[in-house]
């Protein structure tokens, strides 16, 4: 059974930093895309960042580029995201996926 189940989520100010975790079991995530969603209050679930099997290649939304970095730990079967220079807009519930698994979800806000 695939669990994924994501961490690090809390209250930032605006500007600041945290980083999330991603970690899998049940399927080891190199082998496979995976992506960060997140869904704020009263909007849809949108990509955030996304990274390809076995490489780096990674994607990005636009609102998100040169901020956020997404990355993976195959020893540690996780897969990271870095969030930098948060803003109040980056609230929300942030979601790890791999095809049809989801998370929980972690909360993210930012706000002073």
């Known amino acids: 059974q695939v669990q994924l189940v994501e961490s690090g989520g809390g209250l930032v100010q605006p500007g600041g930093s945290l980083r999330l975790s991603c970690a899998a079991s049940?399927?080891?995530?190199?082998?496979?895309?995976i992506a960060w969603y997140r869904q704020a209050p009263g909007k849809e679930r949108e990509l955030v960042a996304a990274?390809?099997?076995?490489?780096?290649?990674?994607h990005y939304a636009d609102s998100v580029k040169g901020r956020f970095t997404i990355s993976r730990d195959s020893a540690k079967n996780t897969v990271y995201l870095q969030m930098n220079s948060l803003k109040p807009e980056d609230t929300a519930v942030y979601y790890c996926?791999?095809?049809?698994?989801w998370g929980k979800g972690t909360l993210v806000t930012v706000s002073s």
């Open positions: 049940g399927v080891t995530l190199s082998s496979y895309a």
């Open positions: 990274i390809i099997r076995y490489g780096s290649s990674t």
């Open positions: 996926n791999r095809g049809n698994d």
